[in-house]
């Protein structure tokens, strides 16, 4: 694996540990774009997931059918690699009803991607 993708792992178990998803609750995938997906608990009678890609950062949205794109529900804006207690902060949020950022956060390089989640690499 590389470097970006062993940082990707750890930050998505990071992440994931503390938003309270188990591992199997978790995909990730480096290709043309790098990616994560964390299945959240079902709320008012929705599926939703947070997402994090390397060019918009978390969000929190809908699951839709598959051939649809899911329905965003909230961005949590910059940084791109927050820590995970801020993003455990940014759930709790917009599940309490409070929004995100209604911009994306819009992402860069990856040898700078890859430096950042380097701390999560194990």
């Given at each position: 694996?590389?470097?970006?993708?062993?940082?990707?792992?750890?930050?998505?178990?990071?992440?994931?540990?503390?938003?309270?998803?188990?591992?199997?609750?978790?995909?990730?995938?480096?290709?043309?774009?790098?990616?994560?997906?964390?299945?959240?608990n079902e709320g008012a009678g929705r599926d939703l997931m947070?997402?994090?890609?390397?060019?918009?950062?978390?969000?929190?949205?809908?699951?839709?059918?598959?051939?649809?794109?899911?329905?965003?529900?909230?961005?949590?804006?910059?940084?791109?690699?927050?820590?995970?207690?801020?993003?455990?902060?940014?759930?709790?949020?917009?599940?309490?009803?409070?929004?995100?950022?209604?911009?994306?956060?819009?992402?860069?390089?990856?040898?700078?991607?890859?430096m950042r989640l380097r701390p999560y690499a194990f």
């Open positions: 694996m590389d470097e970006l993708t062993v940082g990707l792992a750890g930050y998505v178990r990071a992440v994931a540990e503390q938003v309270g998803v188990p591992p199997e609750g978790t995909e990730y995938e480096v290709s043309d774009t790098a990616t994560a997906y964390l299945a959240l947070l997402l994090w890609s390397e060019t918009h950062g978390w969000s929190i949205a809908v699951e839709t059918n598959p051939a649809e794109p899911p329905v965003v529900l909230a961005h949590m804006g910059v940084p791109l690699v927050p820590p995970p207690r801020t993003v455990a902060r940014f759930v709790a949020d917009v599940l309490a009803g409070k929004r995100g950022s209604n911009e994306p956060t819009v992402g860069g390089d990856r040898s700078v991607l890859a």
